[in-house]
């Protein structure tokens, strides 16, 4: 699966970006889809995920009530609505597949990947 990511931009603190991320490749709806982020310097976080059907979602508490992720499978494409946004939101959002969960951390099995896009939110 190649995945595409787009949609980070510069905002300032409270306000909204959408993140997408378009699949091909193989069949996007026999993965789990999430988004990661990473601060340079920091290791890269789990942000977010969705099960096949998109009915089940998973969030870090720091961005719940906040970020929406959502999917569109007859897109391939995975969205990550990111509201009420705060300067330490700041990061490069990746966009993964094939994840599973293990005590308590998310991996994709099949290293896929997409290349990230840079959200700056400003105070």
């Known amino acids: 699966v190649q995945l595409q990511a787009c949609g980070g931009g510069l905002v300032q603190a409270g306000g909204s970006l959408r993140l997408s991320c378009a699949a091909s490749?193989?069949?996007?709806?026999?993965?789990?889809m999430g988004w990661f982020r990473q601060i340079p310097g920091k290791e890269r976080e789990f942000v977010a995920a969705?099960?096949?059907?998109?009915?089940?979602?998973w969030y870090t508490d720091s961005v719940k009530g906040r970020f929406t992720i959502s999917r569109d499978n007859a897109k391939n494409t995975v969205y990550l609505q990111m509201n009420s946004l705060k300067p330490e939101d700041t990061a490069v959002y990746y966009c993964a597949g094939d994840l599973v969960r293990r005590s308590s951390s998310w991996y994709s099995r099949s290293s896929y990947w997409g290349q990230g896009t840079l959200v700056t939110v400003s105070s």
């Open positions: 490749g193989r069949t996007f709806t026999g993965y789990v």
């Open positions: 969705i099960d096949l059907s998109g009915g089940i979602t």
